[in-house]
């Protein structure tokens, strides 16, 4: 027995040593990538010597003697932090993630190469100037030179995930960065989405009311009558069930809920204490581990400029100079129109066009599959755009039999200029200027927001699509391809586009509302993405004379919802200090307390609040109560809540208090009785998932931001080094936007919203402040990994000085860049 006993403590004793040097090769192999900030560096291809200075929080100020230099610094710099974050945008826009995950990416594959995304970017890249071409070529220099020295000096292959996964890093091309901005247009898009759902719609409720009432009209005139989607393409299934949406992490195809949004105001010297305009941006997206955005600085020849860049593109997106800032903040200009495609019967090779029957263009693609076999697809395009496969957005069950679908967008144009557009920007001294070098900016469309020290500006920029007046749908659902009136005729010239300079009132903002109200075809869009933000954001704004950065700083960070405050007291009329006593444990006395917080309440969406869960808990579970009955499995679509039918509802807009009867029972439910059911239903659903004792919930358990490692951030262990989770205020409908998952288990997680914030202030614009969502580096073992990410929930900000002193003061690193003979 005791010599049982030796060898099992010898036996543990080793596999505890074993265990300790198998962490510790890991930990040594892993930390070899970590990029050495102080260091001198030997490299091809630069005129001169370049510095990359790390200031306290590293963001890196880069200093060179051409822009040719400096942009090589940057690419050098993005690698050095954001290696893998690159690769996989650039996989993702090839249509190549597959050979390093195999299946599980194979769908995204196929989707992006029926796109043929990055042949376009290709071709777009030959028809940039040579002024941006020249930019593009000592970027991708630059990264090549930090790969270079990844591999002369064994660095841990660039990144620790490189040891993982066998994803080889090629050299960098000028093509890849062009190929990742239209991978944002990707990210970036929601009306193909929104024509299925409204072609769907319309077969499930023939009544066009009703169609409006669960998809309203923005405020607005201008819309006229449509036509039911069953007489554009009869013979389609009036219910069908839902396809999801590819839920991998790593798939581009967002639902259209996170299709981008964004904030960004501005205020001319008349309305600001300082006497020098403000402006403020926060552009959103899916939140990821690291974020999407890099701090960066650009000494460039022209002056020095500050902001937020995305890893693999070479240009400031939204930040300032020392004359001139600018944000973005998505357009929801309608760049996409979906065509139902006839095949001849008696030729599957041919599709219906206004000239009778025409071949498809056809090329065959090549996938390769980790651990599989390749798979060869066949792509086919028509005049009107690629062909997509029914499952995507569910095309299927709204295409008749005998038809494909096609897509027509603005992200697919050949000879795409938007990186020339963002490389003139950075160089515009003034509001007229930056409206002039945007011209040729195509897509995704984006409202920019321009202010000088005298001026501020709002300018849609990107292509507006050409449509016929007598177009079948106005773009809004799938319209047969082979009727002339339905395919676009171009684009419209760039002084079409919306256009706010010097308003009067020397407040100008977007939060994706409604900007304009034009009539078909010079609408812009029907769908817009916020009618909610925007309430809360004119208050704000009016209700001082002047204005601050602070002031701004408190909007952008601002968490009461206008949508809480406007249809609490509409749902719950019936309900509020009604009813008898009822003793304690009863669901009537959880229903008495839960109205009792609610009451009270500011409608702030505060973290450490119990109303807010109370809140969204209970217009969830009514819009569910509301809509399963009629839509059947397309309810699953309205995973979030949609204010605007809650309120038609329940003011009875054009009798749409028919939404509150159950129809398969006899009796007939009132609007009063589904609010009541609902908040039983909800707080069942609190009390099954939070706990009876509603005074102490929070809503920043359920409200999380999920700050994930898209590749690792489910692998057991490893995820909780990869992935940042944060308890966070706000919601879908408050200007510190914090847009919910929508989807059980964790309906209310915060997935989607600010991950880069700056607010500037032209009467002293190194007082400018700017944050990023997690923090710099893409290096889980690094320290910059999340270090921004507690002042990023905290509302806090770093200083976005263009001071070289003072980047150098407080640097953490210096990096030259020394050049070397070919």
């Not at 719609?201 to 069953?230: H, K, N, Q």
């Not at 059911?677 to 909800?682: E, H, N």
Request: proline share 7%; glycine share 8%; aromatic share 8%.
């Amino acid at each position: 027995m005791a010599l049982i006993f030796r060898w099992l403590i010898r036996l543990a004793a080793t596999l505890v040593v074993l265990s300790v040097l198998t962490i510790t090769v890991i930990y040594w192999l892993a930390s070899r990538s970590l990029p050495d900030y102080t260091d001198t560096v030997p490299v091809r291809g630069l005129t001169a010597p370049v510095e990359i200075v790390r200031d306290n929080a590293n963001v890196p100020h880069i200093f060179g003697e051409t822009d040719a230099d400096v942009f090589f610094g940057l690419g050098f710099a993005h690698a050095q932090d954001r290696m893998w974050q690159m690769t996989i945008l650039r996989r993702t826009a090839q249509g190549r993630l597959s050979e390093v995950f195999g299946a599980s990416t194979l769908d995204i594959d196929k989707l992006m190469r029926r796109l043929d995304l990055y042949p376009l970017a290709v071709e777009s890249a030959a028809a940039l100037d040579a002024k941006t071409l020249a930019a593009l070529e000592a970027y991708a220099a630059g990264v090549n030179a930090r790969l270079n020295q990844i591999n002369t000096e064994a660095l841990g292959r660039g990144a620790p995930e490189m040891l993982l996964f066998n994803a080889p890093m090629a050299p960098w091309r000028p093509a890849d960065s062009v190929a990742i901005t239209k991978l944002m247009g990707v990210q970036l898009s929601g009306h193909l989405q929104g024509e299925v759902i409204r072609a769907r719609t319309s077969l499930a409720l023939p009544d066009e009311d009703r169609v409006r009432d669960i998809l309203p009209d923005f405020p607005g005139t201008g819309v006229a009558a449509l036509p039911e989607y069953a007489s554009l393409a009869p013979g389609v299934r009036r219910h069908a069930a839902n396809i999801p949406v590819n839920p991998h992490p790593l798939s581009p195809f967002k639902d259209m809920a996170f299709a981008g949004a964004s904030n960004a105001w501005a205020a001319a010297p008349s309305r600001s204490a300082s006497g020098g305009t403000l402006l403020a941006n926060d552009p959103h997206l899916g939140f990821t581990a690291p974020s999407i955005w890099y701090l960066a600085r650009l000494d460039l020849q022209s002056g020095g400029v500050i902001g937020g860049t995305i890893p693999g593109m070479p240009v400031v997106l939204t930040g300032r100079s020392d004359a001139l800032g600018w944000g973005l903040t998505s357009a929801y200009l309608d760049d996409q129109d979906v065509y139902i495609e006839e095949v001849n019967p008696d030729n599957r090779e041919e599709y219906r066009t206004p000239d009778g029957f025409k071949a498809f263009s056809k090329r065959a693609s090549i996938i390769t599959v980790k651990d599989a076999d390749p798979v060869t697809l066949t792509l086919r395009w028509t005049d009107n755009g690629p062909v997509l496969p029914g499952s995507h957005y569910n095309l299927a069950s709204i295409t008749p039999p005998g038809h494909v679908t096609s897509l027509n967008w603005t992200v697919l144009t050949p000879r795409d200029t938007s990186l020339a557009a963002a490389m003139a920007l950075m160089e515009a001294k003034s509001v007229e200027e930056g409206i002039k070098a945007a011209q040729p900016y195509i897509a995704p469309a984006q409202n920019l927001t321009l202010v000088d020290r005298e001026n501020i500006a709002m300018k849609m920029i990107g292509a507006m699509p050409r449509r016929d007046a007598g177009h079948q749908s106005q773009g809004r659902m799938p319209a047969p391809g082979w009727i002339a009136a339905n395919r676009w005729q171009g684009t419209l010239p760039y002084a079409a586009n919306p256009e706010f300079v010097a308003p009067v009132g020397g407040i100008l903002g977007n939060t994706n509302n409604k900007t304009v109200d034009r009539p078909f075809p010079n609408h812009v869009s029907f769908l817009w993405g916020d009618t909610q933000r925007v309430q809360r954001w004119q208050r704000l704004m009016q209700t001082r004379q002047v204005h601050t950065r602070d002031s701004f700083i408190e909007a952008q960070l601002d968490t009461v919802s206008f949508t809480a405050r406007s249809l609490l007291p509409l749902i719950g009329a019936e309900l509020w200090f009604t009813g008898e006593a009822a003793p304690d444990g009863s669901a009537e006395r959880q229903r008495q307390r839960a109205l009792i917080l609610l009451a009270g309440w500011s409608g702030e969406m505060n973290e450490h609040l119990p109303e807010p869960l109370i809140y969204a808990a209970w217009l969830r579970s009514l819009q569910a109560r509301l809509i399963q009955d009629e839509l059947g499995p397309l309810a699953a679509e309205f995973d979030h809540v949609q204010p605007l039918f809650i309120e038609r509802a329940f003011r009875n807009v054009n009798g749409a208090s028919v939404w509150c009867d159950v129809l398969q029972s006899a009796r007939v439910e009132d609007c009063a009785e589904m609010a009541r059911l609902a908040l039983d239903d909800a707080l069942l659903w609190i009390n099954e998932t939070w706990g009876p004792q509603l005074e102490s919930l929070r809503w920043g358990d359920a409200h999380q931001a999920t700050h994930d490692h898209p590749v690792l951030g489910t692998v057991p262990v490893l995820r909780y080094f990869v992935n940042i989770r944060q308890s966070t205020s706000g919601g879908d409908n408050t200007l510190q936007r914090g847009r919910t998952k929508g989807e059980d288990p964790d309906p209310f997680s915060n997935v989607h919203g600010a991950g880069y914030r700056g607010v500037y202030d032209f009467a002293d614009p190194d007082s400018s402040v700017f944050v990023s969502s997690t923090g710099q580096s893409g290096h889980f073992l690094s320290r910059h990994y999340d270090d921004l990410a507690q002042l990023w929930r905290r509302g806090e900000y770093i200083p976005m000085s263009l001071d070289a002193d003072l980047a150098r003061a407080a640097s953490v690193g210096v990096t030259t860049l020394t050049p070397v003979a070919p």
